[in-house]
Structure formats: C-alpha cells, structure tokens
C-alpha cells in the first residue's frame, strides 16, 4: 500500500534526492538486479566493491527505513518456499521511482569523473 509520504516523495524529481550517501547508493545498486534480503545485500555490497565496502546491519537497515519511507524501495510481498527460506526475512526490491534515483545518480557520479579526468591532475597520475 502506497502511503500519503511516499506519493508526495515520487512527485519530487529524482535529483532532488541527490547526492546520495554512499550506503543507499551501494544499497541500491545491489537491489538493482532483484530484490533481496538484508543480509544478502550486505553480501552484494561487500561483494561488488570488492570488499572495499562493509555493511553493517545498523547502517543497512537504518538506511532501508529511510528507503522505504522515500518509496525508492519497497517490501516484496512475494516470499520464497519457507523450507528453502527463514520465514523471518522481509525482502525489498527497488521501486520504478528508486530505479530513476539511481540512474540520475549514477549520471552524476559520471559527469564527476569525467570532469575529473578532464584535469591534468588526474592525467598525469599512473593507474594504480
């Protein structure tokens, strides 16, 4: 159910939200491909920085309330087979709406790099 908060948040343009912090930036690239569980994000974010990034479950889910009161995200109604699963886990997947938040950003963070790069600072460092 859609709340009175969560339609006046998906009014706003996604830039509005920008930038984001780099929890809910991980977070929503790791719900970028599915919808998940809280640990299994943590392990997505853990995994796809290479372990650079390290979650830590009062990060996570303080983040994820935020999220869902934003409405970038959303608990999923759908539940795996209880036996294959803890009946306890919620599960969450990215909204139409937190799926534009993430691009705008994503763009953002591009447009900084690129900018970047641009500098003979950056040109003349070695990759590392």
């Known amino acids: 159910m859609i709340t009175r908060e969560q339609t006046r948040v998906a009014l706003k343009p996604p830039e509005s939200f920008l930038p984001l912090t780099p ?35 009062g990060t996570l889910y303080g983040a994820v ?8 995200i959303e608990e999923s109604e759908e539940r795996p087979d209880p036996e294959m699963d ?23 963070m591009a447009d900084l790099v690129r900018a970047a790069r641009s500098t003979t600072a950056v040109r003349k460092m070695k990759p590392a």
């Open 23 to 57: 929890a809910v930036f991980h977070i929503l690239i790791a719900l970028g491909d599915g919808e998940a569980h809280g640990y299994a994000i943590m392990q997505e974010v853990a995994e796809k920085s290479g372990g650079a990034v390290r979650m830590g479950p």
């Open 65 to 72: 309330n935020r999220l869902l009161k934003d409405g970038l």
């Open 86 to 108: 803890d009946t306890r886990r919620r599960y969450y997947r990215l909204t139409d709406f937190g799926g534009r938040v993430l691009a705008a950003e994503t763009k953002r």
